[in-house]
């Protein structure tokens, strides 16, 4: 399939994803939207970016560290392939397959290879556009604005899982192929799916709520109880966004928001905490109680202890039999 690139001769632009802001309306102008493959190697000590070409294309070839830059357009960016870093905002950010980037109008971006490796990334870039006026909400905004309500704060990039990637790449694809076909309704059916593309990562990745935020608190609480609950044994994070009915995404972020702590970061020192305990109170090896806390191994339980107690399990034993 090939890449889409707005030339300026299309049809006027339809009225769907329309956005009225100060007696002014935005039309929405699909710019580019397609998949590019791109390869970073180090040759003779210099950083040397490739893109890899489809049939009928040439390579382009970058010398140099790659450069970020800005515009006053929406990037929606999936990384289906490959694992390497891209530039976002002034860091190289890491990017593997399920790495997704909705990048705001005038945020700075590169996204081929920022370090050696390989990406492949499906895309679509749009702005809303009234006369040479150019609309430049924030992305959460824009998708709040659509969703008729307020949307919580999303950490970028975003991660998603398995079934999240593939909906999105297949709606992005779905759009290019769109998008490309010649016929008088083409960048209308465009709009409708990048409308589905839309929706479905508010739904996902903001997790638009009908319930109020007591019920999120409370639900949230009950998963903090089932973490000292089950402190020493595995409890995953689908199954406590389970619990609270939340994405896993959306869970973590909204937990850490209510106990200023992820649920990892809970359980651990949940663990250290018991570990405390047994040091003190027991003749156990240090080995056993990393196993009745929870840890796999005694060098992990020694590093997490040290890193939340500051200081060895060992020597933490010794200065309470001393006292």
């Known amino acids: 399939m090939r890449n889409y690139v707005r030339t300026g001769v299309e049809t006027p632009p339809p009225r769907l994803l329309e956005v009225v802001h100060d007696g002014r309306v935005y039309t929405l102008a699909v710019k580019h939207a397609g998949t590019e493959r791109w390869r970073q190697v180090v040759t003779g000590g210099k950083q040397v970016t490739y893109y890899v070409p489809r049939e009928g ?27 390497s870093t891209f530039l976002l905002n002034g ?15 005038g945020m700075l971006h590169c996204f081929p290879p920022a370090s050696p490796g390989e990406l492949t990334y ?4 749009f702005a809303l556009q009234h006369d040479e006026q150019v609309l430049d909400w924030p992305f959460r905004q824009l998708l709040g604005y659509y969703a008729g309500c307020s949307l919580p704060e999303c950490g970028v990039p975003l991660h998603l899982d398995e ?33 589905h593309l839309l929706s479905f990562i508010t739904h996902e990745c903001y997790q638009v709520q009908a319930r109020d935020t007591e019920t999120t608190e409370a639900l949230l609480r009950e998963c903090k109880a089932e973490i000292a609950r089950r402190y020493h044994e595995e409890v995953s994070i689908a199954e406590l966004a389970a619990m609270a009915g939340l994405s896993k995404g959306y869970f973590q972020r909204a937990f850490k928001e209510q106990f200023g702590v992820t649920p990892i970061a809970l359980q651990r020192q949940l663990r250290v905490e018991a570990a405390k305990n047994l040091l003190l109170t027991s003749d156990l090896l240090i080995a056993e109680i990393a196993r009745r806390v929870g840890f796999a191994d005694q060098y ?13 399990p060992s020597a933490y034993r010794r200065r309470g039999q001393a006292g």
């Open 57 to 83: 294309e040439r390579t382009r070839v970058f010398t140099g560290t790659p450069t970020a830059h800005a515009h006053i357009i929406y990037h929606l960016v999936l990384y289906t392939q490959g694992e």
């Open 91 to 105: 860091a190289q950010v890491p990017a593997t397959r399920g790495t997704l980037a909705l990048v705001d109008p």
């Open 122 to 125: 499906a895309q679509v870039c």
């Open 163 to 195: 079934r999240q990637t593939e909906t999105i790449a297949g709606l992005l694809s779905t759009l290019t192929g769109d998008l490309t076909r010649r016929h008088p309704f083409a960048e209308f059916q465009g709009a409708v799916t990048l409308a």
């Open 300 to 312: 992990f339980f020694s590093k997490t202890f040290s890193k939340l107690a500051g200081i060895t």
